[in-house]
């Protein structure tokens, strides 16, 4: 049936007006998402055309206390191949192989590896700017010249343990490792836009965003206590051929590391060269022994604490052996010291003396002493690979073990923790927690925006118990087994320590660590060095071969430190092969007459010049010599203003 006018007429209507709605929906929806959402949409076409070429960040400079680097990266150029954008792969293989001096088969295979992007490697990994310049001038498609990094050490191996090494993914050990996130900076980039098989598209160019370095990281290391430390070192080697050899030097009243060192060591930049042990230890805190006397300093100030010991008007005999429990227990000294005050006790490092401050004490009480000074556990350095050491289990201690205990032996410890405790002991009873870090510096502005803070574990002693001790230590250098350690003009106290090392589970007789802990000045401590020689060759005494290279150590970080001579030095008692040190009188002025008439058998003299007055003198009035010195004088006949 044929269709009215009417109705054809509705229904063109109806069909215009839903043809108008679509037209106005698909207007509205071009306009929302060219006007609306066209940028972000535009945005996320171009991410997915997008292609990344990363370049490694700047790491963190590493400086010591005073701002001397120590490690710093040095840029290098690597070349990097983007195989979608290569012109004549085989002719750009050979022209870089020409340059480089690789394979040219090596390279065509690196370069058109499936890929977004390739390094060659390794002849194209941190190039020198000459060769990076003419692959620039070759302007082949498709290689990049992209900037890398190596770390470079401008002094060498000095501090290798401490800084560490790094590998591909940042710090591998050291403060390279403990502070990797710092250090590390944030990667740039060169981007570009590239079509779905990685062809540069046309009309599009690269965009570059630069690497943001990592921040520099300020020690309280001090690079020439460091190379004080690591001199001494490497000369006890070489006389003692010992196994190994330890030094530390720290700041006793905020636990700063100032030095930290072992051999053997390794160079950092040539770490894969060395065996594994040598960069992945830091013996300083990774190593645990029996410490020997040096131990006995804990004991000591306990039994000061707990007023269980007078040590000038109590006396001992030491008669060389002391029985505990059924044991017998000597004395380094055959036949022992006789009768001996308590001081003369620590002077001597009188083991049946310290027997009697344990028992005194009893277990519980030095038990807690020696947790408290922070033995048995980690001290918490930031640094990786500390041990925590050894001490017997309270169920484990009889009568025996806490006689040894008392004089070092049986309880394992690191050299950290050993330094943090004594430094406890003669800083006025304060433990701290050691630290070598001091500081974040922005690189840009040279600012520090971080520093690490001193942080007191706890209070061990009092303060005039630590004074106590402190004056009983310095008595051992002046008076006792520590004169090796005596500096003239310097109160030094310290303690020394010989351990037997444990072999396959028992005491060698021949094989020993001979140890020495000493800090000055003895009334205001400013510094504590800690040595250990590991198997030395020869006479094995802590007092013969630890306490000369502490002394050594000591005398030339005191001096530049400038740290001045004490008027208030202990004399020093001298033994009959030992010579004294006197001071050189003044001559000026004084006829030879004179001189043979007043002057004593401490100098020799030697004249240079005519006449019979002294107008000068070598060495100065006032200067501190052996005796038996030549002293020159100069004569003449007119008398000296």
């Known amino acids: ?46 991410d997915t055309w997008r292609r990344d070429i990363k370049f490694a960040a ?60 390739n390094m060659v490697t390794p002849t194209g990994r941190k ?3 000459e060769k990076a310049q003419e692959i620039r001038n070759l302007k082949l498609p498709g290689i990049f010249v992209a900037e890398d990094s190596k770390r470079f ?53 690269e965009k570059y965003t630069p690497p943001k370095d990592g921040m520099t990281l300020q020690l309280t290391m001090d690079s020439h206590l460091q190379a004080i430390v690591e001199r001494a070192m490497d000369q006890t080697m070489v006389q003692y051929q010992a196994q190994n050899v330890i030094a530390l030097v720290m700041d006793p009243n905020n636990g700063e590391i100032l030095a930290m060192g072992s051999r053997p060591t390794y160079d950092p930049a040539n770490y894969r060269e060395s065996p594994t042990e040598l960069f992945n230890r830091n013996l300083p805190i990774w190593m645990t022994y029996e410490p020997g006397s040096t131990f006995k300093i804990i004991t000591l100030a306990a039994a000061l604490q707990e007023k269980k010991v007078d040590l000038k008007n109590e006396r ?19 036949g022992g010291h006789g009768s001996e005050t308590f001081l003369q006790v620590v002077e001597n490092s009188c083991n049946p003396g310290f027997v009697v401050m344990g028992e005194r004490l009893g277990k519980d009480t030095l038990f807690d002493y020696i947790n408290r000074f922070g033995f048995g556990k980690k001290t918490g350095i930031d640094l990786g690979g500390e041990a925590s050491g050894i001490l017997f289990k309270p169920s484990q201690v009889g009568p025996v073990e806490l006689a040894t205990t008392a004089f070092g032996q049986g ?72 004169r090796n350690a005596f500096i003239d003009g310097y109160r030094v106290g310290g303690k020394t320590g010989t351990a037997q090392k444990v072999v396959n589970g028992r005491y060698s007789p021949t094989e020993h660590i001979v140890s020495f802990i000493g800090f000055a000045p003895a009334d205001n401590p400013k510094l504590v060095v800690y040595a250990a020689v590991d198997n030395p060759q020869g006479l094995q005494f802590g007092g013969l071969i630890a306490a000369p290279l502490v002394k050594s150590i000591m005398e030339d970080s005191l001096k530049y430190m400038g740290i001045e001579p004490s008027k208030n030095q202990l004399t020093k008692d001298y033994k009959f092969d030992e010579v004294p040190i006197v001071e050189v009188p003044n001559l000026v002025g004084m006829t030879v007459t004179d001189i043979y008439e007043n002057l004593n ?31 020159r004088v100069y004569l003449s006949n007119q008398n000296s203003n």
């Open 1 to 46: 049936m044929k269709a009215s006018g009417v109705t054809v007429r509705r229904r063109l209507f109806i069909s215009l007006i839903v043809g108008t709605v679509i037209f106005a929906a698909l207007l509205f929806r071009l306009g929302y998402v060219q006007l609306w959402k066209g940028s972000e949409l535009s945005k996320m076409a171009e």
């Open 58 to 117: 700047k790491r963190g400079d590493i400086v010591d206390r005073n701002g001397t680097q120590l490690t710093y990266d040095i840029t290098t150029p690597s070349i990097l191949a983007v195989p979608a954008q290569l012109g004549d792969a085989k002719d750009t293989a050979a022209k870089l192989a020409a340059v480089l001096g690789g394979s040219e088969e090596t390279i065509y295979k690196q370069i058109t590896k499936r890929a977004i992007s």
């Open 127 to 129: 190039i020198t700017q």
């Open 153 to 205: 050490y401008p002094l060498g191996n000095l501090a290798s343990h401490i800084l560490g090494v790094t590998g591909i993914d940042g710090g591998l050990t050291g403060v390279e490792k403990k502070y990797q996130d710092g250090l590390t900076g944030i990667k740039g980039s060169i981007s570009y836009l590239a079509d779905a098989v990685g062809r540069s598209m046309p009309g599009s160019s």
């Open 316 to 334: 001992f005999y030491d008669s060389g052996v002391i029985d505990v429990a059924g044991s017998k227990l000597h004395c380094w000294k055959k």
């Open 411 to 482: 309880v394992s410890v690191t050299p950290i923790q050993q330094i943090a405790a004594v430094s406890a002991a003669i800083n006025g009873g304060k433990l701290f927690k050691p630290h070598i870090g001091k500081a974040w510096i922005d690189p840009k502005t040279g600012k520090a925006f971080k520093e690490m803070e001193p942080e007191l574990v706890r209070n061990v002693i009092s303060e005039e118990t630590s004074k106590e001790v402190r004056e009983t230590l310095e008595s051992v250098v002046a008076k006792g087994t520590g």
């Open 601 to 631: 058998q401490n100098f020799n003299l030697a004249k240079s010049g005519e006449g019979n007055t002294v107008i000068s003198q070598v060495p100065e009035a006032g200067t501190r010599v052996d005796r038996g010195s030549t002293i």
